[in-house]
């Protein structure tokens, strides 16, 4: 490991805050992504994971990063990786978020941890995130950030997670340029995968513009509540494999008791991501 692990130990506990309303316009632009049920109002539940259409802060673009990205070393510790990705997240529902209202969001590091991998070195970042209204949380989340060496050339892929056997409801997902875009365009993410070919396979080695990481949890979350009964209390996801461009995959759930199991397939039916969601 490098002689900066002290360094960006040193993050942990750092915090920042922000505020935001609601507003009813971006949820209900992120129907025409998911178009499941009558258009939202004001006053209306948010559904989970939509919270990642609210509280951007853009830097200005000379303090992007070469991914996009704003350039790390502000709140997030200044990592000497140059790939980052969104590994996974926990997320607690003790409220209720609602459209229309302002919402404070507090953030903290809470974990900085590096190691190595098959692939190189690696440095996990993990950030809680509290919602609150009048001082009280109404989500709590846990985003789990994934810093890694670029790819060295002909390094062998991974070998891919098969996924599981048994589920009791499925659908297909038909991803398009277009959906690519609006969710960017909705969350404010500048991440280059998700939109400059050359960037993703001439720097960053993957084959295709990759699907965003947070749609495939949210579409996940939304599969999940659909089709099971209560309120959601809790939802977690956990990153395995990229999808890419547009290529259909699948969704699928297995449902015990008030647990859900939800998880995505590539097109060639190997384990994307992997999320478990309860129920009261």
Known sequence: MTN?????ESWVGRTE???DT??????????????????????????????????????????LGRDGHPKKGGFLPPVDLPRRMWAGGRFEFPG?????EAVQKRSEILKVAQKEGRSGRLCFVTVEHRYLQGGKTLWREEHDIVYREDPAPGQPKPAPAPAPEVFTEHEV???????LFRYSALTFNGHRIHYDRPYCREVEGYPDLVFHGPLTATFLADFARRK????MESFSFRAVSPLFD????????????GLTEAW?????????????????
């Open 4 to 8: 900066t692990a002290p360094a960006l």
């Open 246 to 257: 547009t290529a259909d995959f699948g969704i699928y759930l297995s449902r015990s008791g």
């Open 22 to 63: 609601l507003d009813l316009r971006p949820a209900r632009l992120m129907q025409s992504i998911l178009p499941h049920g009558a258009p939202l109002q004001t006053g209306d539940v948010l559904p989970p994971l939509w919270n990642w259409l609210y509280f951007h802060q853009p830097a200005p673009l000379d303090q």
């Open 173 to 179: 997902v038909q991803p398009s340029i277009v959906m």
């Open 264 to 280: 995505a397939c590539t097109p060639e039916g190997h384990l994307a991501m992997k999320a478990e969601a309860r129920f009261s």
């Open 17 to 19: 805050t922000a505020k």
């Open 96 to 100: 209720d978020l609602r459209i229309g």
């Open 228 to 231: 099971s009964e209560g309120r």
